[in-house]
Each structure stands twice: as structure tokens, then as C-alpha cells.
């Protein structure tokens, strides 16, 4: 199994920054892609910024150029530097990541998610 761990979620003025941080343990050998999702009340999960190991990343339209993802494969860990922070930016924050377990299988990992509230 593999588990992740998501810190870093808060409280924070508009136009404000939080930096998040997913730490994935457990039976990993290899990680893919590590990315973050992201839902707000009454609203579907949507994708806010992936990574791939080689480096390559992905944004949610909504979120260029104020988000950067970025990972340490070393450590298994991904961040998402979130600046000039908005309301409507306010939602439970979900690390996901997809890879290898030491078992030669598959995995597709969830956190439990961070909450982030952007006050105007």
C-alpha cells in the first residue's frame, strides 16, 4: 500500500501565499506522476497541477502562473507553492499520485486532503 500525506493547508488573506506539501510512503517503488486536486463545497473535484518524474508539468488553467508544482523524487515528495491566493481558490486540497509498489504493481493514491480558505 501506499499512503500520502498532505500538509501545509490553512487560513490566509487574498492575495496571500501557502506553499502545500504530500509526503507518499509505504510500499513505493516507483512514482509517476504526483499531482494536485482540488474541491470546493458543492462542487466536483477538479484538477489544479500534476508533475511527472521526468519533470513535466501540467496546470489548470485557473491556476498559471500564480501555482507552482514541483517534487523531490528522492523523498517522494510534492509541493504546490500557491501565491496572490484568490477566493475562489478556497477548497479541500487532495494529493494524488500514480507509480509502482515493490509488489511490480500498480497504485493510484489518495490523500486525505487539506483545507485551504482564502478570506476576501
Known amino acids: 500500500q501506499v499512503q500520502l500525506v498532505e500538509s501545509g493547508g490553512g487560513l490566509v488573506q487574498a492575495g496571500g501565499s501557502l506553499r502545500l506539501s504530500c509526503a507518499a510512503s509505504?510500499?513505493?517503488?516507483?512514482?509517476?506522476?504526483m499531482g494536485w486536486y482540488r474541491q470546493a463545497p458543492g462542487k466536483q473535484r477538479e484538477f489544479v497541477a500534476s508533475?511527472?518524474?521526468?519533470?513535466?508539468?501540467n496546470y489548470a488553467d485557473s491556476v498559471k502562473g500564480r501555482f507552482t508544482i514541483s517534487r523531490d523524487n528522492a523523498k517522494n515528495t510534492v509541493h504546490l507553492q500557491m501565491n496572490t491566493l484568490k477566493s475562489e481558490d478556497t477548497a479541500v486540497y487532495y494529493c494524488?499520485?500514480?507509480?509502482?509498489?515493490?509488489?511490480?504493481?500498480?497504485?493510484?493514491?489518495w490523500g486525505q486532503g487539506t483545507q485551504v480558505t482564502v478570506s476576501s
Open positions: 494524488n499520485a500514480d507509480g509502482m509498489t515493490t509488489s511490480i504493481t500498480n497504485f493510484n493514491s
Open positions: 509505504g510500499s513505493v517503488w516507483r512514482i509517476n506522476t
Open positions: 508533475i511527472h518524474t521526468r519533470g513535466s508539468t
